[in-house]
């Protein structure tokens, strides 16, 4: 639930959402009759229309669910938008979004991230944003597999039926979209988040026979009126991101370089590494494509890369050299790699600022061997900001000259 609060406000600043109006209403009425039924697991839903003519919706976790005009357009009755209303509410209700993320990275982080994580207030989504994981930058929390669209076809069957809807429509509602797309499942962007699972008509029927019998006369009779304002809005504010879109990088700098700006902090990377966060956000994870490894088991780490976070300590009483020795701490219990060591803490100063450097070694994910971790601590507002310098040992001498640029292009505001 929170993931989906979190992703929603990025929706809203993305997509050409329509705050109110009978068109609004008209959808919201639709989705609290869903939301309303057992199976819909009691999740706080929210139903929202967006102003884009595009054949689309889809559903965040723990309940907002959009739907665009486009849906109304092209639909050819109530039952059919209900369809596509319960078939998101299904994906909420089955926890779809949030079991794609689990399958795919586990979580398990080297300890440097989630040293970082343990002291962010970057929320969830600036946490995932971190491994490249968001609504647009690998698709995973907007982007179901084959199975799953199945099972949210037969729960949306079962709670339109309870509803007074023909489920039928939801299938055909379907196949209509993918006959318009030429028979491509991928030709629209409906199907591209949701790919068909075969035949829905055909395993609809067997479901529905299954149900008990009811007269399907729910309809409100307020579709055609519906279909026209949706004719009659105006063009879109805003173009949606496409789902699987990379994540936009900051323009290139004179000097090739790129400048990623926090939430009180600005720092230049190398242009073909990767900025993985939030934009002012409070936290940062640049790398190169080829320092982020993905185990076969989903695992992500950063082999290669910097971290720049915001470490505030939970007593509210701040001491730079104190929490300096409380991050570092943390850092070298989380990651059993780096052994029961007591690292030299080193004062030393960075643009006029006093600052600590630590250097760790731990294993690295990359090749093996030896991986150096140089975590530099900064004095900033009352806390600390940290970052932490991330290589192989092998790679150290190259990537010093990158790294030391970096630490000294940090500006802090």
Excluded: C
């Excluded at 959808?27 to 929202?48: D, H, M, R, T």
């Excluded at 395993?203 to 949706?230: C, H, I, W």
């Amino acid at each position: 639930m929170q993931m989906g609060r979190e992703y929603a406000q990025q929706i809203e600043q993305q997509y050409d959402v329509i705050q109110s109006g009978p068109l609004v209403d008209y959808v919201k009425g639709l989705g609290q009759k869903i939301a309303s039924q057992q199976e819909a697991n009691g999740f706080p839903y929210v139903f929202k229309v967006v102003n884009d003519p595009g054949i689309n919706a889809f559903a965040l976790p723990g309940g907002p669910i959009y739907i665009n005009s486009g849906i109304i357009l092209n639909a050819q009755n109530e039952s059919q938008v209900m369809g596509v209303i319960a078939h998101e509410v299904s994906h909420v209700a089955l926890r779809h979004s949030t079991n794609q993320v689990s399958k795919s990275y586990m979580i398990q982080l080297p300890a440097m991230i989630a040293g970082m994580y343990g002291q962010s207030r970057g929320g969830l989504t600036g946490m995932l944003s971190q491994l490249g994981v968001g609504l647009a930058s690998n698709g995973l929390l907007m982007k179901f597999s084959r199975g799953a669209e199945r099972q949210a076809d037969l729960l949306g069957a079962r709670m339109m039926s309870q509803v007074g809807y023909n489920p039928i429509e939801m299938a055909r509602f379907f196949e209509t979209l993918e006959a318009k797309a030429g028979g491509k499942s991928g030709g629209s962007d409906f199907f591209a988040s949701h790919p068909n699972p075969g035949n829905r008509v055909k395993y609809v029927s067997e479901e529905v026979t299954l149900l008990p019998q009811r007269e399907f006369n729910a309809d409100t009779g307020k579709f055609q009126k519906m279909q026209q304002l949706a004719r009659n809005l105006p063009t879109p504010r805003k173009k949606a991101a496409a789902p699987g879109e990379a994540p936009s990088q900051p323009p290139q700098n004179s000097d090739g370089s790129r400048t990623w700006a926090g939430a009180d902090f600005t720092i230049n990377y190398p242009s073909a590494w990767l900025g993985l966060g939030e934009a002012r956000g409070p936290t940062v994870t640049i790398a190169p494509r080829e320092g982020i490894k993905q185990e076969a088991n989903g695992a992500v780490q950063i082999g290669f890369g910097v971290i720049v976070a915001k470490y505030e300590d939970d007593d509210g009483r701040f001491d730079f050299k104190n929490d300096t020795q409380k991050l570092i701490a943390q850092i070298i219990q989380q990651n059993p790699s780096m052994g029961n060591v007591q690292p030299q803490i080193n004062q030393n100063q960075v643009n006029g600022r006093n600052v600590y450097v630590t250097r760790l070694v731990s294993k690295s994910p990359l090749d093996g061997g030896n991986e150096i971790d140089t975590v530099v601590t900064i004095e900033h507002r009352g806390g600390m900001l940290y970052i932490v310098f991330i290589a192989p040992e092998r790679e150290m001498q190259n990537a010093q000259g990158d790294f030391d640029n970096m630490l000294n292009s940090l500006r802090l505001q």
